[in-house]
Protein backbone atom coordinates (compact mmCIF):
# COMPACT_ATOMS: atom_id res chain seq x y z
CA UNK A 1 0.00 0.00 0.00
CA UNK A 2 1.20 3.61 -0.27
CA UNK A 3 -0.50 6.33 1.36
CA UNK A 4 -1.09 9.43 -1.22
CA UNK A 5 0.22 12.96 -0.70
CA UNK A 6 -1.67 15.46 1.63
CA UNK A 7 -4.31 12.29 2.06
CA UNK A 8 -2.72 10.51 5.34
CA UNK A 9 -5.47 8.04 6.38
CA UNK A 10 -6.34 7.83 2.17
CA UNK A 11 -4.51 4.42 1.06
CA UNK A 12 -4.10 4.57 -2.58
CA UNK A 13 -3.71 0.84 -3.98
CA UNK A 14 -0.64 1.40 -7.14
CA UNK A 15 -1.09 -1.65 -9.84
CA UNK A 16 2.47 -2.58 -8.36
CA UNK A 17 1.46 -3.81 -5.35
CA UNK A 18 -1.12 -6.13 -6.85
CA UNK A 19 1.71 -7.60 -9.49
CA UNK A 20 0.79 -8.42 -12.96
CA UNK A 21 -1.47 -11.95 -12.13
CA UNK A 22 -3.32 -10.17 -9.23
CA UNK A 23 -4.06 -7.65 -11.72
CA UNK A 24 -4.97 -9.29 -14.59
CA UNK A 25 -6.82 -11.48 -12.01
CA UNK A 26 -8.73 -7.93 -11.20
CA UNK A 27 -9.70 -7.32 -14.48
CA UNK A 28 -11.28 -10.67 -15.26
CA UNK A 29 -13.44 -10.12 -12.04
CA UNK A 30 -14.44 -7.03 -13.60
CA UNK A 31 -15.60 -8.49 -16.99
CA UNK A 32 -17.02 -11.25 -15.30
CA UNK A 33 -19.01 -9.40 -12.47
CA UNK A 34 -21.23 -6.98 -15.13
CA UNK A 35 -24.31 -8.97 -15.88
CA UNK A 36 -25.55 -6.99 -18.57
CA UNK A 37 -22.14 -7.87 -20.34
CA UNK A 38 -22.56 -11.79 -19.87
CA UNK A 39 -25.48 -11.86 -21.91
CA UNK A 40 -23.94 -10.95 -25.30
CA UNK A 41 -21.28 -13.76 -25.29
CA UNK A 42 -21.26 -14.97 -28.88
CA UNK A 43 -21.91 -18.85 -29.03
CA UNK A 44 -19.24 -19.26 -31.78
CA UNK A 45 -15.94 -17.74 -29.14
CA UNK A 46 -14.56 -20.95 -28.27
CA UNK A 47 -11.84 -19.72 -25.97
CA UNK A 48 -11.49 -16.34 -24.51
CA UNK A 49 -9.61 -14.37 -22.23
CA UNK A 50 -7.20 -16.68 -20.14
CA UNK A 51 -5.12 -19.08 -22.74
CA UNK A 52 -2.34 -18.05 -25.17
CA UNK A 53 -4.97 -16.73 -27.73
CA UNK A 54 -8.60 -16.23 -28.13
CA UNK A 55 -10.31 -19.06 -30.70
CA UNK A 56 -13.77 -18.80 -32.43
CA UNK A 57 -15.12 -19.89 -35.35
CA UNK A 58 -15.46 -17.68 -38.17
CA UNK A 59 -18.41 -17.50 -40.09
CA UNK A 60 -19.44 -17.37 -43.78
CA UNK A 61 -19.38 -13.49 -43.48
CA UNK A 62 -16.37 -11.06 -44.82
CA UNK A 63 -14.37 -10.50 -41.96
CA UNK A 64 -13.45 -6.89 -40.91
CA UNK A 65 -10.30 -6.22 -39.04
CA UNK A 66 -9.25 -2.47 -37.58
CA UNK A 67 -6.86 -1.35 -34.52
CA UNK A 68 -6.13 1.99 -32.84
CA UNK A 69 -3.85 3.14 -29.96
CA UNK A 70 -4.57 6.02 -27.51
CA UNK A 71 -1.32 7.37 -25.45
CA UNK A 72 -1.66 9.42 -22.45
CA UNK A 73 -0.47 13.06 -23.18
CA UNK A 74 -1.04 13.08 -27.26
CA UNK A 75 -5.28 11.54 -26.89
CA UNK A 76 -5.60 12.41 -23.34
CA UNK A 77 -4.08 13.73 -20.18
CA UNK A 78 -4.88 12.19 -16.37
CA UNK A 79 -7.18 14.51 -14.44
CA UNK A 80 -8.76 16.33 -17.30
CA UNK A 81 -10.91 13.46 -18.65
CA UNK A 82 -12.14 10.22 -16.32
CA UNK A 83 -10.85 6.95 -16.96
CA UNK A 84 -13.82 5.56 -17.59
CA UNK A 85 -14.65 7.95 -20.86
CA UNK A 86 -11.24 7.48 -21.84
CA UNK A 87 -12.00 3.58 -21.98
CA UNK A 88 -15.54 4.00 -23.50
CA UNK A 89 -13.63 6.31 -26.33
CA UNK A 90 -10.57 3.85 -26.91
CA UNK A 91 -13.44 1.54 -27.92
CA UNK A 92 -15.61 3.99 -29.66
CA UNK A 93 -12.58 4.88 -31.48
CA UNK A 94 -12.57 1.77 -33.22
CA UNK A 95 -16.04 0.75 -33.75
CA UNK A 96 -16.18 4.20 -36.22
CA UNK A 97 -13.96 2.70 -38.47
CA UNK A 98 -15.97 -1.00 -38.39
CA UNK A 99 -19.04 0.89 -38.96
CA UNK A 100 -17.50 2.83 -41.99
CA UNK A 101 -16.77 -0.64 -43.31
CA UNK A 102 -20.20 -1.43 -43.22
CA UNK A 103 -19.26 -3.94 -40.52
CA UNK A 104 -20.94 -5.23 -37.18
CA UNK A 105 -18.51 -5.18 -34.38
CA UNK A 106 -17.63 -8.93 -32.96
CA UNK A 107 -14.10 -9.14 -30.61
CA UNK A 108 -11.99 -7.02 -29.16
CA UNK A 109 -8.00 -7.69 -27.81
CA UNK A 110 -6.98 -5.00 -25.64
CA UNK A 111 -3.48 -3.75 -24.85
CA UNK A 112 -2.31 -1.85 -22.01
CA UNK A 113 0.92 -0.24 -21.30
CA UNK A 114 0.72 1.03 -17.65
CA UNK A 115 2.83 3.03 -15.19
CA UNK A 116 3.29 1.08 -12.25
CA UNK A 117 2.36 3.82 -9.85
CA UNK A 118 -0.80 3.39 -11.64
CA UNK A 119 -3.47 3.54 -9.33
CA UNK A 120 -5.92 0.23 -9.23
CA UNK A 121 -9.12 2.14 -9.35
CA UNK A 122 -7.83 4.01 -12.55
CA UNK A 123 -8.04 0.32 -13.87
CA UNK A 124 -11.00 -0.04 -12.19
CA UNK A 125 -12.62 2.65 -14.15
CA UNK A 126 -10.89 2.26 -17.54
CA UNK A 127 -12.50 -1.22 -17.61
CA UNK A 128 -15.62 -0.08 -16.59
CA UNK A 129 -15.64 2.12 -19.39
CA UNK A 130 -14.94 -0.12 -21.94
CA UNK A 131 -17.80 -2.50 -20.62
CA UNK A 132 -19.73 0.11 -21.12
CA UNK A 133 -19.55 0.50 -24.84
CA UNK A 134 -19.15 -3.22 -25.60
CA UNK A 135 -22.34 -3.71 -23.29
CA UNK A 136 -23.81 -0.81 -26.03
CA UNK A 137 -22.34 -2.04 -29.14
CA UNK A 138 -22.63 -6.13 -28.92
CA UNK A 139 -18.83 -6.07 -28.65
CA UNK A 140 -17.06 -8.81 -26.93
CA UNK A 141 -13.62 -9.05 -25.01
CA UNK A 142 -11.45 -12.00 -25.65
CA UNK A 143 -7.68 -11.31 -24.67
CA UNK A 144 -5.24 -9.04 -24.50
CA UNK A 145 -1.81 -7.81 -22.97
CA UNK A 146 -0.25 -5.92 -20.41
CA UNK A 147 2.89 -4.27 -20.14
CA UNK A 148 5.05 -2.09 -17.65
CA UNK A 149 5.34 1.47 -19.70
CA UNK A 150 6.41 5.08 -18.38
CA UNK A 151 3.54 6.54 -20.52
CA UNK A 152 0.01 4.59 -20.14
CA UNK A 153 -0.93 3.63 -23.76
CA UNK A 154 -4.38 1.53 -24.67
CA UNK A 155 -4.00 -0.21 -27.97
CA UNK A 156 -7.13 -2.05 -29.23
CA UNK A 157 -7.75 -4.22 -31.85
CA UNK A 158 -11.35 -5.01 -33.27
CA UNK A 159 -12.72 -7.82 -35.39
CA UNK A 160 -16.38 -7.60 -37.06
CA UNK A 161 -18.01 -8.99 -40.35
CA UNK A 162 -20.23 -8.00 -42.63
CA UNK A 163 -22.55 -9.75 -44.96
CA UNK A 164 -21.82 -7.14 -48.09
CA UNK A 165 -19.17 -5.99 -49.38
CA UNK A 166 -17.23 -3.19 -47.57
CA UNK A 167 -17.41 0.42 -48.33
CA UNK A 168 -13.83 1.60 -49.25
CA UNK A 169 -12.46 5.02 -49.50
CA UNK A 170 -11.86 4.05 -53.18
CA UNK A 171 -15.07 3.35 -54.67
CA UNK A 172 -16.57 7.14 -54.84
CA UNK A 173 -17.66 8.06 -58.59
CA UNK A 174 -18.05 11.40 -60.35
CA UNK A 175 -21.14 13.02 -59.53
CA UNK A 176 -21.47 11.63 -56.17
CA UNK A 177 -22.97 13.23 -53.30
CA UNK A 178 -21.48 13.56 -50.05
CA UNK A 179 -23.31 12.88 -47.41
CA UNK A 180 -22.06 13.30 -43.48
CA UNK A 181 -24.02 11.75 -40.78
CA UNK A 182 -23.20 13.10 -37.30
CA UNK A 183 -21.49 16.84 -36.36
CA UNK A 184 -18.28 18.43 -37.30
CA UNK A 185 -16.18 20.61 -34.80
CA UNK A 186 -17.95 19.67 -31.82
CA UNK A 187 -15.17 17.82 -30.33
CA UNK A 188 -12.76 19.82 -31.20
CA UNK A 189 -14.73 22.16 -28.95
CA UNK A 190 -15.16 19.89 -26.31
CA UNK A 191 -11.38 19.51 -26.08
CA UNK A 192 -11.03 23.66 -25.93
CA UNK A 193 -12.47 23.62 -23.15
CA UNK A 194 -10.96 21.74 -21.54
CA UNK A 195 -7.75 22.87 -22.08
CA UNK A 196 -9.22 26.49 -21.30
CA UNK A 197 -11.83 26.00 -18.31
CA UNK A 198 -12.33 29.54 -18.08
CA UNK A 199 -14.14 29.84 -21.33
CA UNK A 200 -17.53 31.06 -20.80
CA UNK A 201 -20.58 28.78 -21.88
CA UNK A 202 -23.68 27.64 -20.62
CA UNK A 203 -23.83 24.56 -18.81
CA UNK A 204 -25.95 22.93 -21.65
CA UNK A 205 -23.62 23.91 -24.29
CA UNK A 206 -20.39 23.01 -22.18
CA UNK A 207 -21.52 19.36 -21.78
CA UNK A 208 -22.82 19.24 -25.21
CA UNK A 209 -19.30 19.65 -26.53
CA UNK A 210 -17.63 17.66 -23.60
CA UNK A 211 -20.08 14.99 -24.04
CA UNK A 212 -18.57 14.41 -28.41
CA UNK A 213 -15.02 15.14 -27.55
CA UNK A 214 -14.84 12.47 -24.40
CA UNK A 215 -17.81 10.36 -25.35
CA UNK A 216 -17.95 9.91 -29.38
CA UNK A 217 -21.46 7.85 -31.17
CA UNK A 218 -19.90 5.45 -33.58
CA UNK A 219 -22.01 5.79 -36.04
CA UNK A 220 -22.78 1.56 -36.42
CA UNK A 221 -26.52 1.46 -37.12
CA UNK A 222 -26.52 3.94 -39.81
CA UNK A 223 -23.09 2.14 -41.56
CA UNK A 224 -25.02 -0.81 -41.66
CA UNK A 225 -28.01 1.14 -43.54
CA UNK A 226 -25.97 2.50 -45.88
CA UNK A 227 -24.28 -0.77 -46.97
CA UNK A 228 -27.66 -2.70 -47.06
CA UNK A 229 -28.50 0.46 -49.51
CA UNK A 230 -26.18 0.28 -51.93
CA UNK A 231 -23.57 2.90 -50.60
CA UNK A 232 -20.30 1.60 -51.59
CA UNK A 233 -17.79 4.55 -50.83
CA UNK A 234 -17.07 5.44 -46.94
CA UNK A 235 -15.01 6.38 -44.14
CA UNK A 236 -15.13 7.81 -40.47
CA UNK A 237 -13.94 11.19 -40.00
CA UNK A 238 -11.44 11.24 -37.42
CA UNK A 239 -8.97 13.24 -38.35
CA UNK A 240 -11.01 16.09 -39.40
CA UNK A 241 -13.21 16.91 -42.79
CA UNK A 242 -10.68 18.03 -45.08
CA UNK A 243 -7.75 15.58 -43.98
CA UNK A 244 -10.51 12.78 -44.70
CA UNK A 245 -12.01 14.28 -47.38
CA UNK A 246 -8.36 14.34 -49.23
CA UNK A 247 -7.92 11.12 -48.09
CA UNK A 248 -11.26 10.06 -49.60
CA UNK A 249 -10.48 11.66 -53.00
CA UNK A 250 -7.28 10.77 -52.99
CA UNK A 251 -8.12 7.13 -52.87
CA UNK A 252 -10.75 7.45 -55.53
CA UNK A 253 -8.60 9.66 -57.93
CA UNK A 254 -11.03 12.36 -57.37
CA UNK A 255 -11.86 15.71 -56.43
CA UNK A 256 -14.38 17.39 -53.98
CA UNK A 257 -16.55 20.59 -53.72
CA UNK A 258 -17.70 21.50 -50.77
CA UNK A 259 -20.55 24.39 -49.37
CA UNK A 260 -19.08 25.13 -46.05
CA UNK A 261 -22.86 26.55 -45.06
CA UNK A 262 -24.10 22.96 -45.61
CA UNK A 263 -21.74 21.53 -43.15
CA UNK A 264 -23.23 19.79 -40.20
CA UNK A 265 -22.46 22.25 -36.85
CA UNK A 266 -24.33 22.37 -33.75
CA UNK A 267 -25.06 25.82 -32.11
CA UNK A 268 -23.88 24.98 -29.74
CA UNK A 269 -20.37 25.24 -31.27
CA UNK A 270 -21.23 28.52 -32.44
CA UNK A 271 -22.47 29.97 -30.04
CA UNK A 272 -19.45 29.05 -27.72
CA UNK A 273 -16.93 29.14 -30.30
CA UNK A 274 -18.27 32.28 -32.91
CA UNK A 275 -15.06 33.01 -34.25
CA UNK A 276 -13.81 29.58 -35.04
CA UNK A 277 -16.35 27.06 -35.07
CA UNK A 278 -15.84 26.89 -38.96
CA UNK A 279 -12.10 25.98 -39.07
CA UNK A 280 -12.67 23.34 -36.27
CA UNK A 281 -15.81 21.78 -38.26
CA UNK A 282 -13.61 21.76 -41.11
CA UNK A 283 -10.04 20.94 -39.42
CA UNK A 284 -10.83 19.56 -36.00
CA UNK A 285 -10.43 16.11 -35.17
CA UNK A 286 -12.16 12.53 -33.29
CA UNK A 287 -15.27 13.84 -34.59
CA UNK A 288 -15.77 10.51 -35.94
CA UNK A 289 -18.67 11.42 -38.03
CA UNK A 290 -19.52 8.99 -40.65
CA UNK A 291 -18.31 10.54 -44.45
CA UNK A 292 -20.05 8.68 -47.49
CA UNK A 293 -20.80 9.42 -51.06
CA UNK A 294 -23.83 8.11 -53.57
CA UNK A 295 -25.66 8.81 -56.24
CA UNK A 296 -28.33 11.47 -55.47
CA UNK A 297 -31.42 8.68 -55.96
CA UNK A 298 -30.07 6.29 -53.11
CA UNK A 299 -29.43 9.81 -51.17
CA UNK A 300 -32.70 10.54 -51.31
CA UNK A 301 -34.08 7.19 -50.52
CA UNK A 302 -31.23 7.13 -47.49
CA UNK A 303 -32.80 10.46 -45.93
CA UNK A 304 -36.50 8.82 -45.47
CA UNK A 305 -35.02 5.70 -44.09
CA UNK A 306 -32.20 6.64 -41.54
CA UNK A 307 -33.52 8.54 -38.38
CA UNK A 308 -30.53 10.20 -37.97
CA UNK A 309 -29.78 13.67 -40.13
CA UNK A 310 -27.94 13.35 -43.49
CA UNK A 311 -25.93 16.61 -44.28
CA UNK A 312 -25.07 16.50 -48.08
CA UNK A 313 -22.30 18.57 -47.90
CA UNK A 314 -21.33 18.63 -51.59
CA UNK A 315 -19.99 16.40 -54.55
CA UNK A 316 -17.35 14.32 -55.76
CA UNK A 317 -15.93 14.96 -58.96
CA UNK A 318 -13.44 14.99 -61.80
CA UNK A 319 -10.57 17.39 -61.04
CA UNK A 320 -7.22 16.76 -59.63
CA UNK A 321 -6.40 13.91 -57.67
CA UNK A 322 -7.57 14.78 -53.33
CA UNK A 323 -7.87 18.47 -54.30
CA UNK A 324 -10.98 19.72 -52.45
CA UNK A 325 -12.42 22.77 -53.17
CA UNK A 326 -15.02 25.13 -50.22
CA UNK A 327 -17.42 27.04 -51.78
CA UNK A 328 -17.75 29.90 -48.64
CA UNK A 329 -20.52 31.82 -47.98
CA UNK A 330 -19.84 34.69 -50.39
CA UNK A 331 -20.10 32.24 -52.39
CA UNK A 332 -16.19 32.05 -53.23
CA UNK A 333 -14.33 29.26 -54.11
CA UNK A 334 -11.12 28.16 -52.07
CA UNK A 335 -8.58 25.82 -53.11
CA UNK A 336 -7.49 24.27 -49.55
CA UNK A 337 -4.93 21.88 -48.85
CA UNK A 338 -5.27 19.16 -45.72
CA UNK A 339 -4.78 21.17 -42.45
CA UNK A 340 -6.35 18.40 -39.61
CA UNK A 341 -4.45 16.33 -37.13
CA UNK A 342 -0.71 14.64 -38.71
CA UNK A 343 0.57 12.35 -36.23
CA UNK A 344 4.09 13.51 -36.77
CA UNK A 345 3.27 17.20 -37.73
Known amino acids: ?12 M ?22 KYNQIISDNLLVGIGDDAAVWKASECIQVATT ?19 GWKAIASNLSDVAAMGGKPLYALINLGLCPETPVNNI ?39 THEPMLRSNAKPLDQIGIIGWLGSSKGGFELI ?7 ST ?13 IPRLK ?4 LSDNGVSAAMDISDGLLTD ?7 SRLSAKIDACKLPIEKALINVFPDNYMDYALNGGEDYALMFSTSQEIMEHLKRIIPTPISVIGNVEEGPIGEVIIIDKLRNHILTASSGWDHYK
Open 222 to 225: EGNI
Open 245 to 251: LHKFCEA
Open 204 to 216: EAKQQLLNAHIHP
Open 1 to 12: MRVAPNHRYNLV
Open 124 to 162: DELYAGFLDACIEYNLQIIGGNLVSSPTTFIAIQITGES
Open 68 to 86: DTMVEGIHFNKGTIPFRDV
Open 195 to 201: SHPCVMT
Open 14 to 35: LIKDLGEIRLINRIQRIINNRA
